[in-house]
């Protein structure tokens, strides 16, 4: 079998969870980790890896089947993701989400013209949970989805925290509501102002001398990120944030329910949910599942930038369609 | 907006189902059912539609777009899927699970001389539970998947008990293990025998005079069907049957936990679960969602048999792929 020969861009969480995932797919292969750093200075995890700078990318495109992007989407995806996608095959985890329809038409326009195969905005959310959302709309159109998010660390939350004076380091989890969720998955169709699905709970590292009080009232007060919810602030020492709140793991669920019948006398309920010990690794595994689909579509001539929307999933199985069909249907 | 021409072949609880669901979708139109009974027989559920006899439908293939099979897999499917994907556009939720490759291969042959296009063995299992599972082992190959059904009826296994002598009328509940389905969830990887993972209830109308004993070992020890799992068997009237034990309810959950890292220190764990008032109504509407792609997929020229896994979900949706990248991504 030839090995699908995989590329790595960029070298932070994501992307070693990307290395490490290439070991459980026996059809892939990693070619190496590409890096703006000075690459002998990588620590990589697997000792068989190499690393080299991002400027040899290009002499490479001949080897590399499939680049798979693990910059940031706020500032590294933007400029990289069109810009690979004329190079490259690519599979990048785009979650601006408001942003995701000019990402999309940036990268295909590459894409097409490089008659490259470009899947973006793929993982859990986006991804997986947009499936989710598509299959369960479609079979109950009558109904309605739901999406909870955590428990788990947001980053841009956190961020967003550590913007404010006085404040040396920060973790936010979001934690979804209970009593929501349960509303939810007995069939009701409620409508949720924000601050009832989800709790918002930041563990902060003051700097010396800083206003606590000041913090924590610019914290709740914080427009989109904080003041339609509730938040509980703590303010713990940076040791005690490094020990206990480091941890990368995330979750979430879809609930989708809806009604049929004559007059609407059936309630179905759709659930699907994430328990994740870590974020990246699962996400770094979605998108090498993807990067199999974009490997196959390209050699079908099947070009431009697709979504997990436009792919149809045994693409994404390293089986064939009859022993999918025998095992798995 | 033209919209899609549906007929529905065959009208029991699920083609009754289909008919409800097409009112559910803006962008359908139900043409008529088609039964082998008189069609001024039936008592359809929604007063605008109509019914023709089975024989009539040769005549209407072109004012049909897809043609519904609500027929049961043991005996309806086998002739009427192959001889129906030769006329029209097809869809149905073929179940004997061992017989799906090669209802498929007959299926595939007859849709691609007539250049139509047959989405077989649809539904949630066959179906959602089919991708659910695709999804999960694709993303996370180091792991297992487990499937788990009901609460609610089997009618394979209901029949089974009908055919002993002595009996006239039976339900049986398969039941998932409380006990198995913590475990999975809690990331273990465990094997099971059939008995831990499921009870069988049964509810049985014994024939006057009928050796009660008799039947319950009969049940208890038929093999495949009972043998392996523990089984409850309890007498009861005609009368409690009817009232206690029509209903229609059904569900199940698939779990797939598996492991990532370096020394596989992470576990996910993925669950996708679904809890159905209406086991017939429920399917039906993937039926229709299902519909919705072979309509598309025939136009867009891809013909013969496909499964949900040869589909892209955006074909599902009666959304744009702008607007589902916009709202659902």
């Known amino acids: 079998m030839d090995k699908i020969r995989i590329g790595i861009l960029g070298y932070g969480n994501l992307g070693r969870g990307v290395e490490l995932g290439i070991l459980q797919n026996r059809d892939m292969e990693l070619v190496g980790v590409f890096t703006r750093r000075e690459p002998g200075a990588l620590n990589l995890a697997n000792k068989n890896s190499r690393a080299f700078h991002i400027k040899e990318a290009r002499e490479m495109t001949d080897i590399i089947d499939v680049m798979i992007l693990c910059g940031g989407s706020k500032s590294d ?16 985890g785009f979650d601006t989400h408001a942003k ?42 009558n109904g309605k989805s739901y999406t909870f998010w955590g428990k788990g660390v947001s980053q841009g939350h956190s961020d967003a925290i550590r913007r404010i004076e006085g404040v040396e380091d920060a973790r936010q989890y979001t934690i979804p ?11 009701e169709l409620p409508d949720f102002t924000p601050r009832q699905k989800h709790l918002r709970e930041c563990y902060v590292v003051a700097k010396e001398g800083a206003d606590l009080e000041r913090i924590e009232n610019e914290i709740k007060s914080m427009p989109y990120y904080f003041s339609d919810y509730d938040t509980i602030v703590h303010f713990i020492s940076k040791e005690e944030l490094e020990k206990n709140h480091s941890r990368l793991s995330h979750g979430g669920v879809v609930i989708h329910s809806g009604k049929t019948g004559l007059n609407n006398e059936n309630t179905h309920v759709i659930e699907y949910s994430l328990k994740l010990d870590s974020n990246p690794d699962f996400t770094a595994n979605v998108l090498l599942a993807y990067a199999r689909a974009a490997y196959r579509l390209n050699k079908e001539g099947i070009y431009g930038a697709k979504t997990v929307f436009d792919i149809a999933p045994a693409y994404l199985s390293v089986k064939s369609g009859e022993e999918l069909r025998r095992t798995l249907l």
Chains 1, 2 share one sequence.
């Open 100 to 141: 995701i329809q000019d990402y999309y038409e940036k990268v295909n326009q590459a894409a097409l013209k490089a008659k490259k195969t470009c899947v973006i905005a793929t993982g859990w959310d986006p991804g997986l949970f947009s499936l989710s959302r598509l299959f369960a709309e479609a079979v109950l159109p």
């Open 177 to 187: 509501i209970e009593e929501a969720l349960e509303r939810v998955r007995r069939g």
């Open 77 to 92: 995806l933007p400029v990289q993701g069109p810009e690979f996608a004329a190079l490259f095959n690519t599979v990048d």
